[in-house]
């Protein structure tokens, strides 16, 4: 079966780094992506990974390592407004998104 | 760029009755579109896929005649639930992928929140 973790919920401090990790197991990868969703309203997207590294959009970075079925979104210089839930999600071989649970992220002052 | 609206926002309706939602593309085309349903505190769920000129394909579970998707051009796709009832109250979330492909990443709407008394 196709199976993407990532952990329920974390928490960190306003102005820390905070990783968030997702591992996959698919039949096929044609990409991964990461998308933010604040409680009561529709994700938005923020980055995608297709090839192994990682990829910087100003605070935001994401890593990816398909040989080991990985990926990470690293969020720097945490703010309030970042308390959201990320949803990991993996294209598979017939380009069909498989989504995670989501990660619940609390920010704390 | 990448604007997806979804109209209504809300709806509160009595049971029974047939409500549609619809999803368009504002700045780009899009030959496909997806709509998800998300129940509180869960993950998005994938009821169907929309593609421009032939029939949806929905998801193992999804009633094709009680969710029936209309995609008649590359900017517009709605979902009508009919004769809906209080199970279906959920929020309904569409999303679009641009013509560039399938590694295109689907940018969503702002989401219906349904409820049915």
Redesign the interface.
């Known amino acids: 079966g196709q199976n993407i973790d990532q952990p329920t919920e974390m928490t960190a401090t306003e102005g820390a780094i905070v990783q968030i990790n997702c591992t996959y197991q698919t039949s096929g990868f ?2 991964l ?1 990461w ?1 933010q969703q604040h409680a ?6 923020l980055s ?1 990974n ?1 090839l192994d590294g990682l990829e910087e959009k100003g605070r935001f970075s994401s890593f990816l390592s398909r040989s080991k079925g990985y990926s990470y979104l690293l969020l720097k210089e945490l703010q309030m407004k970042d308390s959201a839930s990320y ?1 990991c999600a993996v ?1 598979d071989s017939n ?1 069909q ?1 498989i ?4 990660t619940k992220l609390i920010i704390k002052p | 760029g990448a604007v997806v609206s979804q109209h209504p926002s809300w709806v509160i309706c009595k049971s029974g009755t047939s409500v549609k939602i619809e999803c368009r593309s504002l700045d780009f085309q899009a030959t496909t579109m997806f709509w998800y349903r998300q129940f509180p505190k869960q993950s998005l769920m994938l009821m169907a896929t929309s593609n421009e000129g032939s029939k949806a394909t929905y998801e193992q579970g999804v009633e094709k005649d009680k969710f029936l998707i209309n995609h008649a051009s590359l900017t517009l796709s709605t979902l009508t639930v009919t004769s809906a009832h209080p199970e279906d109250s959920s929020f309904y979330i569409c999303s679009a992928r641009d013509l560039g492909g399938e590694g295109q990443p689907q940018h969503f709407g702002d989401g219906t929140r349904l409820s049915i008394l």
């Not at chain 1, 989504?99 to 989501?102: K, L, T, Y």
């Open positions: 044609n990409g992506f998308y009561g309203e529709a994700p938005t997207f995608y297709v949803l294209l380009y998104l989504w995670g649970a989501g």
